[in-house]
């Protein structure tokens, strides 16, 4: 019924504001508006009273109400596409929204008998050392009214959420209805009232960045978090290292990063720098999960611990040993390598706080260990299974979670602990391999969500220079993926979500913001969203979400982010560059 | 015999330097080079002594030493694959570079009989106002030694050439040769002494820039320019106006950028504007050529002359009336389409000091004009050559050489003057059509160097995502292109160059320099250095060109310009990431 009475209402809405574009990316789940238009000032002000006895949510909510404070000072999105009218008696005629309310709903349970204090300072360093929870209720409620309340002197929105990582979306969406006029040089915000209930399809919904082809400072990081925190995406994938750089600063083994990194100084991460990342990621509602990846994918650790590596830079026939030049495995065979797991292992997993640890396991490559084999009667599955036990062991004794690529399942047939989380990335169809064997999946496969390919191959002598990823992924081709396609419900339960990924061989600094925005965008909204709308309608990459996405690519580059154009300006500003009804069909037509 | 010489000094230096790579690009015709180091501090000068009466080719020359004057002091490339060591006592060991000496070898003739001051006067107007000569000697001569004369108490550097033009890309040149140490924080000179003659090897080196589906902004034009210059390409064709919008402010009608703009405040390149570009580009060896597309790609004419225009926005079957959303073409049938020429094209064609005015003419639609010809006796063909004529015959008035795309000759037979260059888009074997009626040819065909290719379709509903020009142009297929392939000796004369291409519907300023740079680097190296070199042999992107591209690249980024990575970083520094011998291939040589 209330369903029926949202279509009907936004028929209703289409019928009178025949350009209005729908604005918010990600779509919500949930979403009624309406026709007037509000002012908010600068002097708008966020209302939080901490009900509870959490002081690391108050503090996340004080730095989130501190970035509103300066998103309404500095935002100066005037939409290309986003139209409404602001009548000439603006000052008499327009309510001005005055306040947000926030209310965080589910009280955390206090779960030992402790005193006051005692509670505040468990807590605190409860959720300070691990991160962001698993399963975390992101869900939020936003009501922005168009008429004061009988007992309220002002106009205020209210925000309501169990945690407070639901208020931060919330917030984010709050902020995605706001639009600048330059003559009035004003905020203002059309379409009220609007109630709003939102909740994520998916729970995992991330990027991975490999920082180690190409090595990015902090600072590109934290932007990107910034702007992955706008898409309502939760998880940042680093790919901290791989055979090309190891630029992760260890206490334990210096010489990894002095030998390994592309500049010792300057081209590296400290634990300092990792903790920073982590938690300006965790203020944003974003879980930082770390990829170290092993055994294979390690040349670079080869510079500084030669000992425990095997078919170390094969020159020229890499191609025998590696997926990748340079070639180059840990030594499964040998006792130093473990004592080295043991050693490195707990130490950089300490420096995340999140659950997730990725173990890697990509591309494992057996011609690389065959001389291991050839004395004795080993065999390189049963390496592979002795190199995996030890790792995963390391990592139950940590208390971390492991993800892991999907060769280990998909290739190699080991048995994991079922709560390892498998990435799949060949493509979908390894989804429900995966999901058959009883593990949970995150995906994000090559044939659609790899945002590097399409600029062709990047080996030397390549004189074609095709790649086997090409083509590139159109937003088009991001949108269209659905990461439970082909799944029965059952099955789906096991998709967690999702990430696009950028490698990094042709990307870094100069053109991954271009690379990664918007089409994460496109991603993001699948996998917050989901690949269908509430009736069961799937989403297609249409005018209307092209009209969306123009409008939330442009508010982007406003805000200081490269994001590509997708069409020309003046497509944009009419919407009248639709696909052709070609005569073909305006004959079949007629 | 001076060929085999160099040949063998180049083997030798590779003997002595295993890793040297040539770092010059575009490379030059004829370069040989030592091992001998040298210093080069700030501190360096230029100089030159103006020989004869012609202030404006001083004023370059006086412009270009202060860049050279800057560069020198800003340039901080340090190269990560061309080494060379610096011996502990540099400061015993290695001489100093203290000086260039640059020499124009012509001298301008004098033809006609005026008192000195009155031939200074008339050069230096008449140099103003024609822009670069047609066909200029744009040959240098390089000399660095690593030797002082008997007769000069300092390390000298000469450069002549017989034009000023020469004398800039020999300061390029130059530029190229320096490379920057961090530990020491001077430049150095390796690999000296270096003795380079060098010539291009096609006229026209072009860039052409799509101003009008999306907006650029004056100063990306200028960086343009730089970048332009620093990779020897002299022609920046800019495709100022299109169906989307109409940037250009002209004052006999203003309402064309006041309507037809996409903000007629600040989205707008006025006279002043046009003249910066212009004399910029000219500071730096650079022709602009306009072009104003006509008769079809017009539609942003219609907003404040719809009289003149015919099929204007047909919605939602544009295709039938056009390539591309919005349609639109002026009306060839009516008196004031030509009394509109005649006063705006005078006007426009004069902001512009080169010869070349690029007449537009690609993609003139047939059903638009359709129901011109119902009654009476004309034919449309006929309709479309009055108006060329017409259009021609103003330029020939205004001293204009017209370019035309391909269209014009390779689909409607009409006949142009024979001065007319030809631009050939469609592909590569339109060229020997053109040629065979014998015009001069432009290339730079979609198959090979169309820089906005691959990213996919961008019209809305394209729900696939796809494009005609796909795939995306790589480094490699741009290098590849050979602008003369399949042509005689005689009928390759007929082509003068060729142009790289960044058609804006999905470019803009935050991602242009991704999409340029370097791929243009790589046409601009075919277009200098030519499609083989000296001995004849076909240039490939093998890894001798990825090597030197690489640095070549990563000397823009240090220049402040975001050109895209081409590999890891790890490949650059070690160049060892070429494509494998294959497992069959080492077989097959066993």
């Known amino acids: 019924m209330s369903l029926i009475f949202l279509k009907f209402s936004s028929i209703l809405i289409l019928l009178i504001f025949p350009n209005f574009v729908n604005s918010l990316w990600p779509l919500p789940q949930n979403w009624s508006n309406g026709t007037s238009l509000l002012r908010v000032y600068p002097t708008f002000t ?19 109400k501190n970035r509103l404070q300066i998103f309404l000072k500095k935002e100066k999105h005037f939409s290309p596409n986003v139209k409404f009218q602001i009548p000439e008696d603006v000052d008499d005629s327009i309510l001005t929204l005055s306040s947000i309310n926030i209310e965080i709903t589910d009280n955390l349970k206090k779960d030992q008998d402790d005193s006051e204090e005692e509670y505040i300072d468990w807590t605190y360093n409860k959720e300070m050392s691990e991160g962001i ?47 600048y006029n330059r003559n009035y040089e004003e905020l203002f915000l059309p379409f009220a009232p609007h109630n709003i209930k939102d909740f994520p399809k998916f729970m995992h919904r991330g990027l991975l960045l490999d920082t180690s082809r190409n090595f990015y400072p ?5 932007k990107t978090l910034d702007v992955m925190s706008w898409n309502k995406m939760n998880v940042f994938h680093w790919h901290i290292v791989d055979s ?46 770390p990829e170290f990846d092993m055994p294979g994918h390690t040349y670079a650790i080869a510079a500084s611990m030669p000992e425990i590596m095997t078919c170390t830079d094969m020159y020229p026939d890499w191609d025998k040993y590696s997926a990748e030049p340079p070639s180059g495995q840990l030594n499964p065979a040998i006792p130093e390598t473990y004592t080295f797991l043991n050693e490195l292992v707990p130490e950089i997993a300490s420096y995340f706080t999140d659950k997730f640890y990725h173990t890697g396991g990509d591309e494992v490559n057996m011609n690389c260990w065959e001389t291991l084999v050839q004395q004795g009667d080993v065999t390189i599955e049963s390496l592979l299974d002795k190199f995996v036990t030890n790792l995963y062991t390391i990592l ?38 995966v999901v058959e064997k009883g593990y949970r999946v995150v995906t994000g496969s090559g044939d659609y969500w790899y945002l590097d390919c399409g600029h062709g191959g990047w080996l030397g002598n390549n004189v ?16 269209s993926y659905n990461p439970i396609k082909e799944l029965s419900d059952e099955e789906a339960k096991f998709v967690i ?12 600094p100069t053109n991954y913001e271009q690379q990664l925005w918007p089409r994460s965008s496109a991603a993001a909204e699948v996998l917050w969203s989901g690949p269908e709308d509430v009736d069961g309608n799937r989403r297609v990459p249409d005018n209307d ?7 939330w690519r442009f508010r982007m580059v406003e805000r200081g982010i490269n994001a590509e154009p997708l069409q020309p300006l003046w497509c944009v500003l009419t919407g009248r560059c639709d696909k052709a009804v070609t005569t073909e069909e305006i004959n079949k037509n007629a």
């Open 464 to 479: 074609e220079g095709k790649s086997w990823c090409d083509p590139y992924k159109t937003w088009q081709m991001i949108y």
């Open 396 to 433: 139950k004794n940590e208390g971390k979670i492991p993800m892991t690529w999907q060769e280990m399942i998909t290739e190699h047939n080991i048995e994991l602990p079922k709560d390892t989380v498998v990435q799949v990335w060949k493509n979908h169809t390894m989804v429900k391999k």
């Open 133 to 179: 929870p698993l399963g975390t209720d992101e869900s939020y409620e936003l009501i922005i009214p168009d008429k004061k309340d009988d007992n309220e002197k002002e106009l205020i929105a209210y925000l309501k959420a169990p945690t407070v990582y639901g208020i931060l979306h919330g917030l984010t969406t709050f902020s995605q209805l706001l639009y």
């Open 46 to 64: 966020v209302k939080y009273d901490p009900k509870f006895l959490n002081s690391y949510t108050d503090q996340l909510i004080e730095s989130a």
């Open 244 to 289: 090309t750089s190891w630029p992760v600063v260890s206490e334990k083994y210096p010489e990894l990063s002095e030998k390994g990194a592309y500049d010792p100084k300057k081209m590296i991460y400290t634990k300092r720098d990792i903790r920073i990342v982590d938690e300006y990621a965790r203020a944003r509602g974003i879980r930082v999960i």
């Open 497 to 508: 979500g999702g990430e696009v990924l950028l490698w990094s061989e042709q990307s870094d």
């Open 545 to 551: 979400a092209l009209k969306r996405l123009n409008d």
């Open 218 to 222: 902090i600072k590109e990081i934290l």
